[in-house]
């Protein structure tokens, strides 16, 4: 007995213990940023999935029994007590702890709400029939019941009564596949129409306007001048119309079928195909449809554009947004940031002027972003900005051109934020590199500037390639200062496209992080939206882990190259 | 042309034309490419620096004072009318009215003051007191010896004939253009105050006083407004200087010459009652006016010593009525002649007998201006409805002023201290900026967005600290360096992760679920230290085959199903602590019990998610700190005969301690400024608790929230710039301040 506790305090005067309690801090970091990890790509991929759709009959004590049609999302346990407190009328003799399963259970423009707690205990015939369907919707959520009958202009042209898998129900279903189909080639055409070719005539149009508007500000609207314009704009008028008439053809055309669903409250609802994205059964696939109905979801999110107040379909417009915001951002930052650490490290005098500047060159980067986002939009958008309206588009005014948010000084904001990254790796860079290649160079004869662009920074590549990299990561996953200089929840195009001048550096851009901010956040359904932000958060974590891990590989290659060189 | 003769020895001639070209254009490229890099060079940095100066250059205007240039004088408009009772201006300060002493209203062009029109008094009699409802509303009260009154409006109709702006001015009679008969008895003095039920006038006379109250009713059907007056006698009170009845019209106070007031009450209105008495001045002093400040809340009492006191409406908590309280005074030295208020901020001016124009912002208590404007008798000032002119008239005339005062309601004592604000029952530090109505009264205080800030870098800290300086004491000291090479990069990734990923996660998934699982995460707080103490306990127990199986240094492996195990315990443990020690619901019992406000989205959720974006910052510099601790050290203090923990606290932990220092203190420069996970995380509301389950509001979460959204130019926008620049001078600082004490710290290594 003495034995045992004299060996328990040598063992704490050892001082294991707090050893073993460091390696725990270590162990918890590992598991919190794993599980972090987990957590993301195990909801941003389950989204994807076609789950099972189950019907049951759910019947609270006291209320009337009704069938319900839904997929489960969540499933809880909580205790009596917090139920009662929530409002929920419980037996008196009900346990103390109950299973609560969240379940989304669509059709929200027939129930009002489409997600809905359920008590599992009160849960009967539970089942997943074969027939039971799932639709995407442009609008109004999913859709669930069984299909009746398709109709086409209103004629009926394959119908069934049954409910099960019958050779009448299967026909109906693969009819209505077909004109799902149908629907969508015509829908895309209609967008096309739309999107492209209006989306020209308009551009146009206001271009024409804003030249007519030039032209009376600089007192030059001469009769003939606006005669030129109008002629123009007639012209575009015209195909307007055209386009208009071909419009209103696909419309008709697209409107011709419909069908009739059966929900769970027995109703019967007609409803038109052209409303339907996708349909589909989920409990009748297999895997191996299943698997490809998840890659046709996946190529969806990252092709499409959001639906349903960014609730629903894909994030294209978000992820090009970030690209582009990324790309404009490099291509300033990369150059002012090498011109500024060459300057500080080979060419100003070093001494205590240049300790200050590199201290406090380091110390911007500690700088909040967010205040970085407060200096974009108070100097540059409202004081440069306006200046630029005023000078070079007061054509355009009172609507501001560059004195608003926008891609470009949304780029040169975060320049401004990362050029300290930058600097501050090509310097590390700058300073490995050993003096005696530098003096080897000059010897040989070389200027100071090629000694420079031949040998040191080819050398100090990795370094900058390195500040590079981070400072992308950085920008990527920045969004407090964009929010101030001109991210938006939803842009009508892209800051790209085929119309003059082709890049639109003072339109407003959607953006992957802000896109979870605000889908997160702000979103009317945040019940709807949450699977969707899951997996743009795995998304964004992925292009950012993807540029963090080619900073680390375009380093060492560029190391192994320049090996020979560093010896 | 010269050709090489000599064969024997091929010499190379380095001066050929084309080489002293070539030679020549290499040394202009690297002057340009040198005079390049400097100008681009300094300019970058140039351009960095000058966000500090551009905040600045916003925040600097707010602590500017006012200025003010005269812009015309004349001798007074329609002098034979008599001198003025009253004067104003419209809008676009491009018209003056000033009510003559016979009644008759002048309105004068403000640039030269020749007369645009005369409305004369429409009645024969005298006018025997005047008043007007409120600068803003613009009505006119006239009282005359017959016990009647007239209401007029002073108002001005804008058109734009062949793109011109032209303004005219005219006369109309909202009540009637004939006078309302209110009393008996030749009126003295008169208030009146109007709204949108009905029209309180209160007369005095000689040895009455009297009030009427019209009241207006819309039918419903006909939309036919209907007014009924009723009348009423009031006590007298003798010596009467003034007669005030509040904004709902439930008050009426009378002050007399030695500023005693008495409060009635109107509610009531069949049977009025003195409600209140106070002596609003000083002994000695007479009372010189007494007005609503805009938004008819706070009165302002003027009085002969030279004092302006403001006062308003204060909940007594004994007998739980309002009672006008004092609030704060201003002095001049000399006697009050007349007092000036602002139209859409609480601000005023005094005019004194010596001609000096002093202009002041009540809510931020301070002194804008202090100038001397005329040197003859001063008698009336009055500002535009903008307050950026001023219009003042002496014996001499007529005189028209510029004022350039643009943030009055700013001061530094209202951004840091505390305020009593209008209607507020304490001197408070409140933030909230921002309002449709003019009669709002601003208040911006920083403290309680500083007061949050630091809270949420404090729950952070709490959480990041201990973890990251236990896992990089591990991590550079004892752990295996094949381990160590995978476990750094793994731990640094958190820091490339968005924080508006973290911050969804929290405020999405991590909320909720903390609010569900509360036992379970306070249990988990004790059980993991315990729990792994045990452990190892049990481990240094086993037969030393087993343990020789896990080498030195990959504890930390063996450790993650334990801490995974440990934590589903208390998650499944939960529910079963909870009914029994919480009555099954213990956010309830925080809420009921406890009496403390429980948010979903609090504190200990921006401490758990802002920690976990602060680890990787704190870990990799004390990582850093800890391993490039000098070998020959630890190895000395081995080789004398400490243990491993013994060199580490006693050895390593003070040589690395300044660069542990430098770590959290920018680990605490990341939470001060993080913006994303505090706005999510928390509900944003600007208030003072340490309370962790309350929310915040951080300078930084409100800087995205307003910036957005606030006027340029503003007083709340340059407000949030500084709020910006404070942010930025705390990191700068704090960063500073570690980055030379890493330095100093390298030094020191180097020489060892």
Known sequence: ?567 | MTTPTDHRMPELDFNTPALKRHRKLRALKDRTAGMGIAIGGSSVILAVLLICFYLLYEVAPLFSSASIDEKASYSLPAEEEGESLYLAMEEQSEIGMRVASNGSVVFFSIEDGSVIETVANPREQAVSSFTVESDTSRLLAFAYEDGKVLISKHNYKTSYPDGQRQITPFVDYPYGEAAISVADFAIKKLAIRDGDDGLTIAVSGDTESAILKVTKDVNFITEEVELTEQRETLPFIADINSLLISGNQRSLYVATNAGMMSEFDLRDFDNIRLKDTAALIEEGASLVSMSYLVGKSSVMVADSSGRVSQWFNVRDDATNEEKLHFIRDVKQPVALVDLAMEQRRKGFATLDERGLVAIYNATSERQVLDERLSDATARLISFSPRANSLLLEDSKGMHFYHVDNEHPEVSWSSIWGKVWYESYPEETYTWQSSSASNDFEPKYSLMPLAFGTLKAAFYAMLMAVPLAICGAIYTAYFMAPALRRKIKPVIELMEALPTVILGFLAGLFFAPFLEEHLAATFSILVVLPVGILLFAYLWSRLPAGIRWMVPEGWQPLLLIPVIVFLAWFCLALSPIIEVNFFGGNIRGWITNDLGITFDQRNALVVGFAMGFAVIPTIFSITEDAIFSVPKALTQGSLALGATYWQTMTRVVLPTASPGIFSAVMIGMGRAVGETMIVLMATGNTPIMDFNIFEGMRTLAANLAVEVPESEVGSSHYRILFLAAFVLFIFTFVVNTIAETVRQHLRKKYGSL
């Open chain 1, 1 to 567: 007995m003495k034995m045992q506790k004299k060996s328990v305090s040598e063992w704490v005067k050892s001082g294991d213990p707090w050893v073993w309690l460091n390696a725990g801090a270590v162990a918890i970091s590992v598991i919190m940023v794993v599980g972090l990890l987990l957590l993301i790509a195990v909801r941003g991929l389950g989204h994807f999935w076609p789950a099972d759709v189950v019907q049951a009959t759910y019947s609270l004590p006291g209320d009337k029994a009704y069938t319900i049609a839904a997929e489960r999302v969540e499933s809880v346990e909580v205790t009596s007590a917090q139920l009662r407190e929530a409002g929920v009328q419980l037996p008196d003799d009900s346990e103390e702890f109950l299973q609560r399963t969240l379940l989304k259970m669509g059709n929200r423009d027939v129930y009002g709400a489409d997600f809905g707690w359920v008590l599992d205990k009160y849960l009967s015939d539970i089942e997943t029939p074969e027939m039971l369907f799932a639709a995407e919707r442009h609008e109004w959520g999913n859709l669930y019941g069984y299909l009746m009958s398709v109709k086409e202009d209103g004629r009926i042209v394959s119908e069934t009564s049954d409910v099960t898998a019958t050779a009448s129900a299967l026909a109906t279903w693969a009819m209505f596949e077909k004109s799902i189909e149908r629907a969508a080639t015509i829908h895309d055409d209609i967008k096309d129409i739309e999107k492209y070719d209006i989306g020209k005539i308009n551009h146009a149009l206001e271009r024409i306007r804003l030249k007519q508007r030039r032209f009376e500000l600089d007192g030059e609207l001469t009769p003939a001048v606006e005669a030129d314009l109008a002629a123009e704009r007639s012209q575009y008028d015209e195909a307007y119309r055209g386009l208009q008439a071909n419009l209103a053809a696909l419309y008709q055309q697209i409107n011709r079928d419909s069908f009739v669903v059966r929900v769970m409250d027995g109703t019967e609802h007609e409803i038109q195909v052209s409303k339907i994205v996708h349909a589909f059964r989920p409990n009748a696939m297999g895997v191996t449809e299943k698997m490809g109905f998840y890659f046709v979801k996946v190529w969806e999110f990252l092709t499409d554009e959001p639906r349903e107040a960014n609730t629903e379909g894909g994030v294209f417009p978000a992820i090009f947004g970030t690209v582009m915001m990324v790309l404009l951002m490099t291509i300033i930052v990369t150059p002012f940031g090498v011109v500024a650490a060459v300057y500080l490290r080979e060419y100003a005098s070093q001494g205590w002027v240049t300790r200050v500047i590199r201290i406090a060159v380091n110390n911007l980067a500690g700088v909040p972003s967010i205040v970085y986002g407060v200096f974009g939009l108070g100097f540059f958008i409202y004081f440069l900005g306006s200046g630029i309206d005023e000078a070079f588009f007061p054509e355009a005014l009172p609507s501001p051109t560059f004195g608003t948010g926008g891609l470009m000084w949304a780029s040169i904001t975060l320049a401004l934020l990362t050029v300290p990254v930058v600097i501050v790796a090509t310097e590390e860079g700058l300073s490995r590199i050993p003096r005696n290649v530098r003096e080897g160079s000059l010897a040989l004869g070389a200027t100071k500037f090629e000694t420079l662009w031949r040998v040191v920074l080819p050398m100090a590549s990795p370094a900058i390639m390195t500040g590079v990299i981070l400072a992308v990561a950085r920008a990527a996953g920045e969004v407090a200062p964009l929010m101030l200089v001109g991210v938006v929840k939803l842009a009508p195009s892209l800051p790209l496209d085929g119309n003059y001048p082709f890049i639109h550096l003072d339109q407003k851009f959607m953006h992957l992080g802000f896109h979870i901010y605000d889908v997160g956040f702000q979103s009317p359904n945040v019940e709807a939206a949450r699977p969707l932000v899951y997996a743009t958060a795995l998304l964004l974590v992925m292009v950012i882990a993807l540029l963090n891990l080619s900073a680390v590989t375009i380093r060492n290659h560029l190391r192994e190259k320049y090996k020979s060189l560093e010896m």
